[in-house]
Structure formats: structure tokens, C-alpha cells
């Protein structure tokens, strides 16, 4: 099974800060990742997929990047809707989730 | 207005079984596949199985956690995917979520539920 790792597992940030989230695959899964986003009490909403393509209705400011085993996830300028969890996923085969990161205000 | 609604959580004793529902409404259920992710309180989020649509087999995957335990079914002519979960264990509690596989060209969970809470203790 493909194991996924995210890190940091948590991060404070300012509003205007540019914060970058990274995910490692065990093994190679081409660009088959993709990014969501969960706020406390809510599902989880898809923010990336393909790597680095954005989901239609999801703010510019997000943007993912990476191929086969390493991945990020760069939020530009932090605004106040965007403190949440965030966690990968792959679909190469199967689908495993990473652990998450916690974004909380600073 | 598209939508999924999940169904059936609650309390369950260890060993039980229980059955969850996920209703869509405002899509063309049988043209998609579809899967369960859980979510276990103030934890991260679990994948448990998928159900292909017809054109793809019909076929199903599932988690090492649940396999032999869960099965996932589905009712196109309802728009009604099932998630039925046998000898259930504590370890099982969670908020459930349906969602939908979009999968033309590239791949992803792009329509969720709000979940359902299903509580195993006895």
C-alpha cells in the first residue's frame, strides 16, 4: 500500500503570510494527488487535483506542484477563511490520505 | 441543487452490524463511482472502500482496516450507495462521508456528504 507523509503536522501563520505544505508519497504516483481542505465540523472540500490543477470555484491564491513523490501545496497570501486542515491525497492506486496539517492563526 | 445525504449512523454495540445509506440527488448517480471515507473524532480522515460504476464493473475496493467486515453495494435505479459494516469494533467510530469519484481524465472526490456518526460501545 502507498503510504502517504505530510509535513509540517501543524503551523501558525499571520494573514497575509505565504505558508507551503508539503506530501511525500512511499513510492511513485505520477501526478495522481490531490489537495482538500477541512474546516472543524465540516467535509472535507476539494482544493487540487492532477497536482496542480485548480478546482473550479477555489481562490487563486492556492496552487499545488509536484510529480511522482513529492508534492506541495502553497497557499499565497493566508486570508481568514483559509485556517483549517489540510490534507493529500492519493488516487495512483487506491486512495490513502496523508495525517494532515493544522493551519492555525499565529 | 447536487447533493449527497448520508444515512443510518447511531450506537451500536461491538459485534453489530449496521447498514448506511448515501441518497444523491441532482446527478446521474450511475454514471459515478463512488466511496466512503470515515473520519474518527478529532482525527484525520480514513479511506474505507469504493464502488465502481456499472461501466467500469460495478466492482469494489477496500481499506485493509475494513476488508472482510464492510461492504459497499449500490442501488442506481435510487441513486442509493450502501455501506454495510459487519462485527463491528470500537476502533469503527466515526463520521462517515459518501462521495463521489470524478473520474473523467483525471481523478477525484469532488461532491461530499456531511457525514453520518456512527458510534460503536457498548
Known amino acids: 500500500a502507498i503510504q502517504m507523509t505530510q509535513s509540517p503536522s501543524s503551523l501558525s501563520a499571520s494573514v497575509g503570510d505565504r505558508v507551503t505544505i508539503t506530501c511525500r508519497a512511499s513510492q511513485g504516483i505520477r501526478n495522481d494527488l490531490g489537495w482538500y481542505q477541512q474546516k472543524p465540523g465540516k467535509a472535507p472540500k476539494l482544493l487540487i487535483y492532477?497536482?496542480?490543477s485548480l478546482q473550479s470555484g477555489v481562490p487563486s491564491r492556492f496552487s499545488g506542484s509536484g510529480s511522482g513523490t513529492d508534492f506541495t501545496l502553497t497557499i499565497s497570501s493566508l486570508q481568514p477563511e483559509d485556517f483549517a486542515t489540510y490534507y493529500c491525497?492519493?488516487?495512483?492506486?487506491?486512495?490513502?490520505f496523508g495525517p494532515g496539517t493544522k493551519v492555525d492563526i499565529k | 441543487e447536487v447533493q449527497l445525504v448520508e444515512s443510518g449512523g447511531g450506537l451500536v454495540k461491538p459485534g453489530r452490524s449496521l447498514r448506511l445509506s448515501c441518497t444523491a440527488s441532482g446527478l446521474t448517480f450511475g454514471e459515478y463511482s463512488m466511496s466512503w471515507v470515515r473520519q474518527t473524532p478529532g482525527k484525520g480522515l480514513e479511506w474505507v472502500g469504493f464502488i465502481r460504476s456499472k461501466a467500469y464493473g460495478g466492482t469494489t475496493e477496500y481499506a485493509a482496516s475494513v476488508r472482510d467486515r464492510f461492504t459497499i453495494s449500490r442501488d442506481d435505479s435510487k441513486s442509493i450507495a450502501y455501506l454495510q459494516m459487519n462485527s463491528l469494533k470500537t476502533e469503527d467510530t466515526a463520521v462517515y462521508y459518501c462521495?463521489?469519484?470524478?473520474?473523467?481524465?483525471?481523478?477525484?472526490?469532488?461532491?461530499w456528504g456531511r457525514g453520518t456518526l456512527v458510534t460503536v460501545s457498548s
Open positions: 462521495t463521489r469519484y470524478y473520474n473523467y481524465g483525471y481523478g477525484y472526490f469532488d461532491l
Open positions: 492532477a497536482a496542480s
Open positions: 491525497l492519493q488516487d495512483h492506486n487506491l486512495f490513502t
